[in-house]
């Protein structure tokens, strides 16, 4: 079975700004009914922690702390009572239904410090005709400067034929950073496009019996009912 070579990937070099500063409110409230009220308010509650420093409970701005989480592993600078700190974005809890954040949690970073984080695979290109492009791995785990969080991993699948695999080991990694996913990982898999006559044996093979179409399914009742009138005995 044909692999990709390494070159097939690419990182893309756009990167996460570490401009998102947000001025944030120490939190003296705790409980879901004073999280109700920072909410009502048009706020976000979160946590800060890491390091080996106590929590620090805060209210961040609900518009701004939106749109500065649109990515994953968002860096922010965090201006608590004038002082500035890293942090990286852990875990956002969102609305089901309303697009709005209910909680985040922060990890405190340093500048030079690495993480290891997940960081989306983007696909590319156009495989070539009657394939299927299959993202078995969604994610990767990477270990990179928290100041250096690439937004995505871009792979190119140009041209890919059936039967083309991207391993985790083909990914091309940002200068300074090291892939923690298993290199083995299948990451994209390329298969052949299934034909219908192919579908219809498997369907006829597994016992599974097609929907008759819609058009012939409403013909047989129009042809009944013709033949019903051509011959009143029926």
């Not at 922690?49 to 600078?77: Q, R, V």
């Amino acid at each position: 079975m044909a692999t990709s070579p390494k070159a097939a990937t690419r990182l893309e070099e756009k990167q996460l700004s570490t401009e998102n500063r947000l001025d944030v409110e120490l939190r003296t409230e705790f409980g879901k009914g004073a999280a109700r009220r920072v909410r009502r308010a048009g706020k976000v509650p979160a946590v800060v922690y890491g390091h080996g420093t106590d929590p620090i409970h805060i209210t961040m701005p609900g518009h701004d702390t939106m749109m500065a989480l649109k990515h994953a592993n968002a860096l922010l600078t965090l201006v608590i009572d004038g002082n500035e700190q890293l942090a990286l974005a852990k875990d956002v809890q969102r609305d089901p239904i309303k697009p709005v954040i209910e909680h985040v949690d922060l990890v405190v970073v340093r500048k030079g410090e690495k993480v290891t984080v997940d960081v989306p695979v983007h696909t590319v290109g156009e495989a070539a005709a009657e394939t299927v492009v299959n993202v078995e791995s969604p994610t990767v785990q990477i270990e990179v400067e928290a100041t250096n969080i690439p937004e995505n991993i871009e792979v190119s699948i140009e041209g890919l034929e059936a039967g083309a695999q991207i391993l985790a080991a083909g990914l091309t990694m940002p200068a300074g950073a090291t892939l923690a996913t298993d290199p083995e990982s299948l990451v994209v898999n390329v298969t052949a496009m299934i034909s219908q006559e192919a579908l219809d044996a498997e369907l006829a093979e597994a016992g599974i019996e097609q929907e008759e179409p819609a058009e012939a399914a409403e013909e047989a009742p129009a042809e009944a009912k013709a033949g019903a009138e051509a011959d009143p005995e029926a």
